[in-house]
């Protein structure tokens, strides 16, 4: 580093002048565009829940049930190495790049999906449908966070992981008429259905051509007038659609930028297991917390509801309503205070409470002092707190980590958060849901809680106090040199210039 050319080193104030733009219309672009995957997800994981029995039928391509769950591995299995090879690739190519093949991959595995013709074609293309959703997490976060200001940074994260259970309630919905015989006969609805996730994934598509690489991305890669192009763009955008004559002047000093060289994988397991231990620690707690805890109550809801309360498996889709929009509302009303009271506040606050309202939820349950409604009304309360920690958990590890491993820290936390927690906790309330007693699901609640509680103790002790704070200021550039003693002399204040 100290011996770098000048033409390598550039001084830039574009962190600065991303953060300091008023909220717009351009805002929402992004947020439409970008946010759109996990409505994705939450319709996938939804219609091949609701399509699983269809499946089996001799009409279709008559699975087993072993078979209905050997496809769902392959989706996991497909999230998670899609998650880690997407997110390497994502810290290399670009944001841009990655979130456009993404979901591209995406769109053609759920169409091929619709074309499955025996189980193993089906599992297969159910892979690949899973490896562009993995990428997709890993991907958007990073040019979410890259692209967002600061100061309602957390919010907007926060309420775009939430919006999964926005694709639940569509799911379910579209499944109410795709799956209906008397609407279409089921040879023809399952099929589709999952075409229906490729439509919407296609015209996404078509908007995500018109958003830019992120600046931040490309001022660590050497490609100084490309960013400055790409932030005189944007801000001349914020104003036409503020209509403000003039934007804040951007805050701080320049920082002294060095082109970037390939960040290997050791050098990324040094920085995040030396150098950042502490916050690697954090990341995999509350990454693993929630999916335990999510996986293991949504994936066997329908179990509870037909073992101890004897709905119809036919009814059981109206008790996801309730429960869906406990998941939606919890983000989008308290994730602004992730930016007002705080990150290590609120984040402890969720995860804690959740926690022990799982508990309590979990004693009732056991006392038998709960009906269905009353069970999935519990069940919504919980997950309005927890729905809000959970998407806590993907904004925290998207923001503690240098720029240049942004992207692959978010994918490793989620293939490990997942394959421990996602794997693990639909195993261990299926087997004690199987044994049709209450106590022994109890126990199981209890350790959904313990797990969540825990996590909350991590957080409370070495949480990153990162609201409203550039992401620069979070965790240092590992391109990032110094800051500039001197300003950037106007009127070119902010522009990415060679350091002579």
């Not at 490309?218 to 763009?233: C, K, Q, S």
């Not at 104003?239 to 003039?246: F, I, P, S």
């Not at 007002?340 to 309590?360: C, P, Q």
Request: positive net charge; proline residues 4%.
């Amino acid at each position: 580093m100290a011996s770098a050319r000048a033409d390598d080193t550039i001084a830039t104030l574009i962190p600065a002048r991303l953060d300091r733009l008023p909220w717009s219309p351009w805002h929402w672009l992004i947020v439409t565009a970008l946010g759109i995957t996990w409505i994705l997800d939450g319709l996938e994981v939804t219609i091949v829940g609701a399509v699983g029995g269809v499946l089996t039928e001799r009409q279709t391509l008559g699975f087993t049930s072993a078979e209905i769950g050997l496809a769902g591995s392959a989706y996991i299995l497909g999230a998670v190495l899609g998650a880690l090879v997407f997110g390497t690739l994502a810290d290399r190519l670009g944001r841009k790049r990655l979130f456009l093949i993404t979901l591209g991959v995406y769109v053609c595995a759920t169409v091929a999906t619709a074309f499955s013709w025996n189980f193993l074609s089906f599992a297969v293309f159910r892979f690949f449908t899973g490896s562009g959703i993995g990428g997709e997490y890993s991907a958007i976060n990073s040019a979410i966070d890259e692209l967002i200001p600061a100061r309602v940074r957390g919010w907007v994260d926060i309420a775009i992981n939430g919006s999964w259970w926005i694709g639940t309630l569509v799911g379910a919905l579209l499944s109410l008429v795709l799956l209906n015989p008397r609407i279409l006969p089921h040879a023809l609805g399952w099929r589709l259905a999952f075409g229906s996730g490729a439509v919407l994934g296609l015209v996404i598509l078509m908007v995500r051509r018109y958003i830019p690489e992120t600046p931040r991305w490309l001022m660590t890669h050497g490609r100084a007038d490309d960013a400055e192009r790409i932030v005189a763009a944007i801000e001349a955008d914020v104003k036409r659609g503020t209509g403000l004559a003039q934007l804040p002047e951007p805050e701080g000093r320049p920082m002294l930028i060095h082109r970037s060289r390939r960040v290997g994988m050791g050098l990324i397991a040094r920085v995040m297991f030396r150098h950042y231990l502490a916050r690697s620690v954090l990341g995999l707690s509350l990454i693993t917390g929630q999916a335990f805890l999510y996986n293991a109550i949504f994936f066997t809801y329908t179990l509870v509801l037909t073992t101890f309360y004897h709905v119809p498996s036919g009814s059981v889709g109206s008790y996801l309503i309730p429960f869906a929009i406990g998941n939606v509302l919890g983000p989008w009303l308290i994730g602004r205070f992730f930016d007002t009271i705080g990150r290590r506040a609120m984040i402890t606050l969720t995860y804690g409470l959740s926690g022990v309202l799982i508990v309590v939820t979990g004693y009732l349950f056991d006392r038998g002092t709960l009906t269905a409604a009353t069970q999935t009304l519990a069940w919504s309360a919980v997950f309005f707190f927890a729905s809000a920690g959970a998407s806590s958990a993907y904004l925290t590890v998207s923001e503690i980590f240098p720029l240049e491993l942004r992207a692959m820290a978010i994918a490793f936390f989620y293939a490990v958060g997942t394959a421990i927690g996602g794997i693990s906790g639909p195993m261990l309330f299926g087997a004690l849901i199987q044994t049709a007693s209450r106590p022994n699901v109890f126990y199981g609640y209890l350790i959904g809680g313990a797990a969540m509680m825990a996590s909350a103790v991590v957080e409370l002790v070495i949480g990153v106090n990162a609201e409203r704070r550039s992401l620069e200021s979070i965790a240092r550039p590992l391109s990032m040199l110094s800051e500039m003693s001197d300003p950037v002399g106007r009127p070119g204040m902010g522009r990415s210039l060679p350091v002579s």
